[in-house]
């Protein structure tokens, strides 16, 4: 009984561990970079399309809000790199992967 719960507990402990591995942070030009929508980049000019993806599962589903949270960031990070000022999410979230576009605006 007592092997069982242990192994119950180590299962539950990397359950949670894992979950944590895929976290992605905002680069400090990343957080310059706006999220936007459409009607406000216009005037802008499309520097380029992004695509980002990240884990959607570690062992569970991972949390949809987490997981959408993360492809901004890395969109964000990406639009950065690509002299953008502005971002527009072109997609709805599938299996962990997200499209937009990235925008300059003067």
Same mark, same amino acid.
């Given at each position: 009984?007592?092997?069982? %719960?242990? $192994?119950?507990?180590? /299962?539950?402990?990397?359950? %949670?561990a894992l979950g944590g591995c895929t976290?992605?942070?905002?680069?400090?030009?990343?957080?310059? @970079?706006?999220? &936007?929508?459409?009607?406000?980049? /216009?005037?802008?000019?499309?520097?380029?399309? %992004?695509?980002?993806? /990240? +884990?959607? $599962? @570690?062992? %569970?589903?991972?949390?949809?809000? $987490?997981? +959408?949270?993360?492809?901004i960031v890395l969109a964000r990070n990406?639009?950065?790199?690509?002299?953008?000022t502005d971002l527009v999410q072109t997609?709805? @979230?599938? #299996?962990?992967?997200?499209?937009? &576009? #990235?925008?300059?605006?003067?």
């Amino acid at each position: 009984m007592k092997n069982q %719960i242990m $192994k119950c507990s180590a /299962t539950v402990l990397a359950t %949670i561990a894992l979950g944590g591995c895929t976290y992605v942070s905002l680069s400090e030009a990343g957080s310059q @970079v706006a999220q &936007s929508d459409a009607d406000a980049v /216009t005037a802008c000019t499309l520097v380029g399309n %992004i695509s980002s993806q /990240t +884990k959607d $599962k @570690v062992l %569970i589903d991972r949390n949809t809000g $987490k997981v +959408k949270e993360e492809l901004i960031v890395l969109a964000r990070n990406r639009a950065a790199e690509l002299g953008a000022t502005d971002l527009v999410q072109t997609g709805d @979230v599938d #299996a962990g992967t997200a499209s937009f &576009s #990235a925008y300059r605006c003067n």
